[in-house]
């Protein structure tokens, strides 16, 4: 079906361009075959001239209605094909994600990677995408996930899972509220520029995962520990950090007195930093 869709669409337009050339050709024969027409019954030519215009005007206003009426049409069946075409691929990636289990992560990867492209291309289909890859998290990367421990990098799938929820909340940052991430195991992650504002995260271990240049602006933090990680340039605007633990992690150019006063909680290497004091007096 996606062949035949690219087709339509690259054709469309050819197809309306010769649609009105063949309009203003029409139109000229019309009144070609009119003005000799009228001149036979022995009307002026400047009669004749005159009801070729009003006939030429007619036709022109008729072609046009023609064309807009076939791009309408045309324009509306190439969506709904689109959209039958986005939702197949729905249902096969969501069956991918069924049918493997945790000895097949590079599956899922895969799948999940379809996701997201879908994502990009189906505004509508947006928040049930978001639900769907956040369940994916939270039955696929609870804590501990031992595969993490193999190798200090974190499982393929859960990686890709949080790069395409960062990518599909990009595209409308009020999903990033359907975000909850409790009790993770997202070790070792690596996801510079990571985008979930509005996300709540509880009880997540993100040591050794560099979080550098993420936006978590209004999310919610609660028991959320980043050992030897990376935590710097982190957008926290309006967030509540109710238990933030760094240890060994570097936070330069994080906004941390740009959260919420009231619920901010910060222990960096065994000492609580930026209080409501220290923030006024930086």
Not at 185 to 205: K, M, Q, S, T
Request: proline share 3%.
């Amino acid at each position: 079906m996606s062949n035949g869709i690219r087709i339509l669409a690259e054709l469309h337009p050819i197809f309306l361009v010769c649609l009105g050339i063949g309009m203003v050709a029409l139109v000229w024969v019309l009144s070609s075959i009119s003005l000799y027409l009228q001149k036979n019954r022995g009307l002026s030519l400047a009669d004749a001239k005159e009801e070729m215009e009003v006939r030429k005007a007619f036709f022109t206003i008729a072609g046009m209605i023609g064309i807009v009426v076939t791009l309408a049409f045309t324009a509306s069946e190439l969506s709904v094909a689109v959209r039958a075409e986005n939702r197949e691929q729905l249902y096969a990636a969501l069956g991918q994600l069924a049918a493997t289990d945790a000895q097949g992560p590079e599956v899922s990867a895969a799948a999940l990677l379809q996701l997201g492209k879908l994502g990009a291309t189906s505004e509508d289909d947006l928040p049930a995408l978001v639900r769907v890859v956040n369940a994916y998290l939270a039955a696929n990367a609870k804590s501990p996930v031992t595969e993490h421990n193999d190798s200090d990098v974190t499982r393929p799938d859960i990686e890709v899972a949080m790069s395409v929820l960062s990518d599909l909340v990009s595209e409308k940052p009020d999903l990033g509220s359907l975000v909850r991430l409790k009790g993770l195991d997202l070790r070792y992650l690596r996801a510079h520029e990571l985008f979930l504002p509005y996300a709540r995260l509880i009880d997540v271990n993100l040591s050794g995962a560099s979080l550098k240049g993420a936006e978590f602006s209004n999310a919610e933090f609660v028991s959320v520990v980043i050992e030897n990680g990376n935590f710097s340039e982190v957008g926290l605007s309006g967030s509540s950090l109710r238990g933030l633990v760094l240890a060994g992690t570097p936070y330069k150019g994080t906004g941390f007195c740009e959260s919420d006063a009231d619920n901010r909680r910060i222990e960096i290497d065994d000492h609580v930093r930026w209080t409501t004091e220290e923030c006024q007096n930086d």
